[in-house]
T-cell receptor
Framework: DTEVTQTPKHLVMGMTNKKSLKCEQHMGHRAMYWYKQKAKKPPELMFVYSYEKLSINESVPSRFSPECPNSSLLNLHLHALQPEDSALYLC?????????????FGEGSRLTVL | DAKTTQPNSMESNEEEPVHLPCNHSTISGTDYIHWYRQLPSQGPEYVIHGLTSNVNNRMASLAIAEDRKSSTLILHRATLRDAAVYYCILIVSGTYKYIFGTGTRLKVLA
């Protein structure tokens, strides 16, 4: 199983809503990532978890709250988002603990904030 | 963080080789060079990576300049399915920082 599964595939939410994006992998990878991708732009790194601990936060606004409940799961909790937060949110995982391994990506969750 | 520079777009004819360049003049000695591609409506997909020596796999070849300030991804025979955005990435040594550059949109002509 070399898949990274993201749910939901599509999400529409209002600015006052609270929602969550979920990501799951069963490859035994110990590093998991969240990226944000706007249309026709490259993915932008948001967060990295290593061994279930937050390793990197690329100065992401606090309305995005990541959580890694176990080594297979990664969540992104969303609250009080703005319309400019509408984007494709990509989850990825890697086996390497040195950051040199291959990244495996999910297909993304497309978020629309009204 | 070290940055990469790629041409915005390239075109190739089907069945012909494609050379996709990437400049990374500020690369550090232990930074790895990765390439990913992203097909429409999909997440990025790993293609190849290397450190100093040229690398080959079933998808492509990676040629790394001797001074490591540039690299070239080589698709030996382009197919229509290779039409995608190709990203060259430097992995900051000792971190998990996979920072994507702007990428090259490859168009393959039948």
């Amino acid at each position: 199983d070399t898949e990274v599964t993201q749910t939901p595939k599509h999400l529409v939410m209002g600015m006052t809503n609270k929602k969550s994006l979920k990501c799951e992998q069963h490859m035994g990878h110990r590093a998991m990532y969240w990226y944000k991708q706007k249309a026709k732009k490259p993915p932008e790194l948001m967060f990295v978890y290593s061994y279930e601990k937050l390793s990197i936060n690329e100065s992401v606004p606090s309305r995005f709250s990541p959580e890694c409940p176990n080594s297979s799961l990664l969540n992104l909790h969303l609250h009080a988002l703005q319309p400019e937060d509408s984007a494709l949110y990509l989850c990825a995982s890697s086996q390497s603990i040195t950051g040199t391994g291959e990244l495996f990506f999910g297909e993304g969750s497309r978020l629309t904030v009204l | 963080d070290a940055k990469t520079t790629q041409p915005n777009s390239m075109e190739s004819n089907e069945e012909e080789p494609v050379h996709l360049p990437c400049n990374h003049s500020t690369i550090s000695g232990t930074d790895y060079i990765h390439w990913y591609r992203q097909l429409p409506s999909q997440g990025p997909e790993y293609v190849i990576h290397g450190l100093t020596s040229n690398v080959n796999n079933r998808m492509a070849s990676l040629a790394i300049a001797e001074d490591r300030k540039s690299s070239t991804l080589i698709l030996h025979r382009a197919t229509l399915r290779d039409a995608a955005v190709y990203y060259c990435i430097l992995i900051v040594s000792g971190t998990y920082k996979y920072i994507f550059g702007t990428g090259t949109r490859l168009k393959v002509l039948a």
